[in-house]
């Protein structure tokens, strides 16, 4: 709905897409196949600014409103989602400071991104993916500040980051609420980069195990106060959501793209498979899962501007959307038959990337949880 849009995000749109189309879409297909991380095209992001599109115009971000940074995202991700996801991890990374972090924290961060580097958020471990409360990474108190250590998994942009969010326990017997957040440079020593993951999809994105051992962290890095650790996870996750729906939303619609250039083109007996109903049915139930998804990716974006609560729409959008670029691919390979299933043709690609969507920033299983029991907390 077009229609809905600013003549500023509009302009913005489209100026994201002429990027996609001439830089990044024809690279993509390329990284995907040999794996090369493609280093020039996100320096040529980063001098754009569009890690920090959403970080505080006076901290030297872009100022965008939430509205306004899902529909960056879900364009960019039209062209590759992995590309998109790497460049707007340095969001995600800010937000606990944004929610919590003093100015001087914010800026010292911000200063580093705006010198055209990036920022990661080191949550998972190899034994506390959903069960965050299981984190062996620990910050034990010492004189002046802390001694972190520990390994993270599943980083995005783990590899590239100079400056990341580290999440650790300051007091294990505590649960959850021994768990606590600090601020870490990449140069810090003890700091170091792990195996990089061989990705089924979202192959233009950075993913790797981080490591710390015996990392001192001043005591001014904490973020918040000690014990905040996971509520500020799970509010900066509530957060991210939509942004991870904006992403799931623009496979959709690469998908879409593709599909209707296809069917009316591709001919069997004689005609464009387009004047099948059964093809016809196909893309306007394609249609119906990727429109619902963007105005309610929209909508959580829009209660997270105006200061709702959206814990539960939150986690609606990235439930519903990434479930539905995981239908409408696979049925655009359906679509695209034989063709599909080839590696010469992009649909499978988009099959491949939309997988993801259903299990990082809280697998749809945990976003069923919180949307159950958020529901049964409610009175009649």
């Known amino acids: 709905m077009d229609w809905m ?110 010198q055209g580097k990036m920022a990661a958020f080191c949550l998972t471990e190899p034994q506390a993916g959903s069960d965050a409360g299981a984190s062996q990474t620990a910050a034990v108190r010492d004189g002046g500040g802390y001694v972190l250590n520990g390994r993270k998994c599943f980083i995005t942009t783990g590899g590239m980051a100079d400056v990341y ?20 440079e990449r140069g810090a020593p003890g700091v170091s980069v792990g195996k990089e993951e061989d990705k089924m999809g979202i192959r233009l994105s950075n993913t790797t195990d981080v490591v710390f051992e015996d990392v001192r962290v001043p005591a001014e890095n904490l973020i918040g106060a000690e014990g905040e650790g996971f509520k500020l996870a799970m509010k900066t996750l509530d957060m991210a959501r939509p942004s991870c729906g904006a992403a799931a939303v623009g496979i959709c619609q690469a998908a879409i793209d593709l599909c209707r250039d296809y069917a009316l083109q591709r001919k069997t007996f004689g005609r464009p498979i387009a004047v099948n109903q059964a093809i016809q049915f196909k893309l306007a139930d394609m ?8 105005q309610y990716v929209r909508y959580v974006a829009g209660l997270i501007k105006a200061g709702k609560p959206h814990s539960t729409e939150a986690a609606v959008a990235k439930a519903y959307a990434s479930d539905s670029a995981v239908k409408v691919t696979q049925e655009a390979v359906q679509i695209f038959g034989g063709y599909g299933y080839s590696r010469e043709y992009p649909v499978e690609k988009l099959y491949r990337d939309a997988k993801i969507f259903q299990i990082f920033e809280g697998t749809n299983e945990i976003q069923r949880m919180v949307i159950a029991g958020n529901v049964l907390k409610q009175k009649a």
């Open 165 to 184: 969010v580290v999440f650790a326990m300051t007091d294990k017997s505590k649960g959850v609420k021994g768990m606590s957040a600090f601020i870490v």
């Open 5 to 114: 849009l600013t003549e500023e995000q509009k302009e913005l749109q489209q100026m994201i897409a002429k990027f996609g189309k001439n830089e990044v879409l024809k690279r993509a297909q390329e990284c995907d196949r040999t794996g090369e991380f493609p280093t020039d095209l996100y320096n040529k992001a980063l001098e754009m600014g569009l890690h920090m599109i959403d970080l505080p115009e006076k901290f030297g971000g872009g100022g965008f409103d939430p509205v306004t940074a899902v529909i960056v995202q879900e364009e960019l991700a039209k062209y590759d989602a992995g590309f998109s996801v790497s460049l707007f991890a340095s969001g995600l990374a800010a937000k606990p400071l944004l929610i919590a972090g003093t100015d001087r924290q914010i800026q010292m961060f911000t200063d580093i991104l705006a």
């Open 287 to 294: 249609e119906i899962a990727t429109e619902t998804s963007r």
